[in-house]
Structures are given as C-alpha cells and as structure tokens.
C-alpha cells in the first residue's frame, strides 16, 4: 500500500516509491524536494529561513535551507540514491500580506528562494521544476513512484512541476 | 531568558493569561457593539506551543482561513493575527453590510474592507486594556488581510519566531457569536524579546 508521509514545518522526511510525501499550507517556507528517477528514492523537506548563521535557535537543521538540504541529501545517499542522478524541485515563498514598508522578514520568502536555488547550485544538483513568489499558500506533495511535485493552491488553480 | 519560552513559570504564564482576559474582553465588547450581538468569549489560551503546531490550533494548516495582520510597534513589538474559518468571515461580512446570512460567497473590496476595519477594531480594544494593565503603549500598523490555508497565514508570524527558537507563545481567545455562527481566533503573539518587557511590566519577570 502506498503511504502519505506527512511533513511538517521545519522537518523533512525520506521515502521510496510508491510512498508520497506531502507538506500541507506552506506561505513563506519552501517545500523542496530531491528525487532519484533511478532508485525511486527521494525526499521532501520544509524549510522556513534561508540561513542558519543568522539565527540565535539552529539545533534543529531542518529549520533550513543551509543545513536542511545537506542532511536531506546525505540521508538519501545512504538509502541508495546517487547524488549524480538526484533532481531538485521547489515550491514556496510566497508573501502573504503586502506592506507598503514590507521589512525584510516579511520578504522572507523570497529570500527563502533564492537561499535554496544557491545551495542547490553548489551541491550540483539540477532544479528541474520551480513554482516560488506570489500571496498564496501551497500545498505541496511528491509522488516517489514517479517524481511527480503536484502544487495545490486554494484559488490560483493546481499545477505539476 | 526569553530566547525560550519553553520556561516560564506557572505565576509568569497566569499573568500573561490574564493580559488576554482583559484584552479579549475589551475585544469582545468592542465585536458585540458593532455587530448588535452577544458574543461569547473563552477563557484565553495561554499556551507554549511547538512551531509546526501552532496551525493545529485552527483546525490544521491546509484549513481555510481569513486571516487579518497588524504589526504592533512600541516598547514590546508584536504581531496580531485575527483568524477567522471562511464562513464565519462570510458570515460576519453578512451581518457588517447588512445582508442576509448566506449572502456573501466570496469577498470583494468592501468586504475585506470591511473585514480589515473589524481586526483594527478589535486590536485597537485589546491594546488599550494592555496599556491599562501594564502600561506599555503599543500601536497597531493598518491592518492587511489574506484568505488562504491557515499554516500559509501563520508562517508570517512563526518564521520570525523561528528566528529565535522552537517554540510560539501564543495568547489567543476564541469568540463565538450567541447563535455559534461566528467563530474566531485572536492571537497576540509577542516577538521574543518583547515577553520580558511584558513580563516585567506586571511584576513576574
């Protein structure tokens, strides 16, 4: 039987097919997933800050973008997943509430963005799918059987990335 | 030692308890003159809750939510978030614009309009009894509104406390109308440092 593995915010969890992950109303935190086409192994984490350097409370890593992927990727290697063959997908970052003088937390989203895509890119893993920016709220799941990343929003319709 | 809420003491949490009981009761007067009905308030929730647990509190975070958010500036910065379950904001905005219950399916300008004045109105309430109580000014920003999941809308506030540990201290009271039609959720959520300053305030830190 095919599970739905929940992961909540600031966590991440790994999987293989035909299991799906799936992360429910994320705003301005990103859902980013890394798949292997291969093994059918991946894994969904839910980040909600782009820098653990710039946080006073950074035990749990998974809070994220620097230190969440890292640990993600290393779990999934030592499932059997190779690094060479992993793909990225992401989904997130939105701004909710739109202020005239939106400080920088409220711009968080973007940040969130842009953190993850520049550690993808060290890591040299590809982004074969991106749905960040916006005011809405996304659910997001991956499908391990096929690497499918589905985003579900309330009224700017459901789209596979 | 305010970095994690996770240890307050139980006098420090019944103060804070007690902030939202006069704030929300200031609230609730407020709701009940605008909209002519007797509103019903529970005894506020004073409770230290895991981040990715707060959207529990309103039904889950893929729950559909209105959700109306100030900012508070002065001595102890804060944010507010008015959450409301999509029908009770229809059915507020019913009763707002003088329409009949069932009326309203979706929220055009003048509804949220109208929506984003309530959430003013009742943080500007729930302010005031906190200066009474504790003689800290604080001002609202304007308020700005979203209807979305409910782990969407509170990402706002959890990320900036997830900047500072693991944990929200949340004080939040629901109101309820007389006929159950209306139901919601006031939190005041105080950015990290500003607990101690509150605490201190009413003589527990």
């Known amino acids: ?161 | 030692m305010s970095d994690d809420v996770a240890n307050l003491s139980p006098v420090q949490m019944d103060a804070l308890r007690e902030i939202g009981n006069v704030g929300a009761g200031n609230s609730a007067t407020a709701l009940s003159q605008i909209i002519s009905r007797r509103i019903d308030m529970d005894v506020p929730r004073v409770s230290i809750v895991p981040l990715d647990e707060v959207p529990d509190l309103v039904g889950g975070p893929d729950t559909m939510v209105v959700g109306v958010f100030l900012r508070v500036y002065g001595k102890a910065p804060s944010n507010i978030l008015f959450l409301l379950p999509k029908e009770s904001a229809f059915y507020l905005v019913d009763m707002l614009m003088g329409k009949t219950h069932g009326d309203t399916q979706k929220l055009d300008f003048m509804d949220e309009s109208a929506l984003m004045e309530i959430g003013n109105i009742l943080s500007g309430a729930y302010l005031n009894a906190l200066f009474n109580f504790t003689n800290i000014s604080l001002l609202p920003s304007i308020p700005a509104l979203a209807m979305d999941m409910a782990g969407a809308i509170l990402s706002v506030v959890l990320v900036q406390l997830g900047q500072m540990g693991d944990h929200a201290l949340v004080i939040e009271t629901e109101f309820k109308t007389d006929d159950d039609g209306i139901k919601g959720h006031f939190f005041l959520v105080p950015d990290p440092g500003s607990l101690d300053i509150i605490l201190q305030a009413v003589g527990v830190s």
Request: charged share 25%; net charge positive; aromatic share 4%.
């Open chain 1, 1 to 161: 039987m095919p599970e739905l593995i929940k992961v909540g915010m600031a966590d991440y969890k790994v999987g293989r097919a035909p299991d799906t992950l799936i992360s429910y109303g994320l705003g301005s935190c990103i859902g980013i997933s890394l798949y292997d086409p291969q093994t059918k192994i991946g894994g969904l984490l839910h980040i909600m800050l782009p820098d653990s350097n710039q946080s006073r409370a950074n035990e749990n890593r998974a809070k994220f973008a620097d230190t969440g992927i890292p640990d993600m990727l290393e779990e999934l290697i030592r499932m059997g997943a190779a690094k060479s063959r992993l793909v990225a997908k992401l989904a997130g970052g939105s701004q909710m509430f739109a202020f005239a003088n939106a400080s920088d937390i409220m711009r968080v989203g973007l940040r969130n963005a842009s953190a993850s895509k520049e550690i993808l890119k060290k890591l040299s893993i590809p982004i074969v799918g991106e749905d960040t920016g916006g005011n809405y709220g996304r659910t997001v799941q991956i499908d391990l059987s096929t690497g499918v990343y589905k985003v579900k929003t309330i009224d700017k319709g459901d789209k596979e990335i």
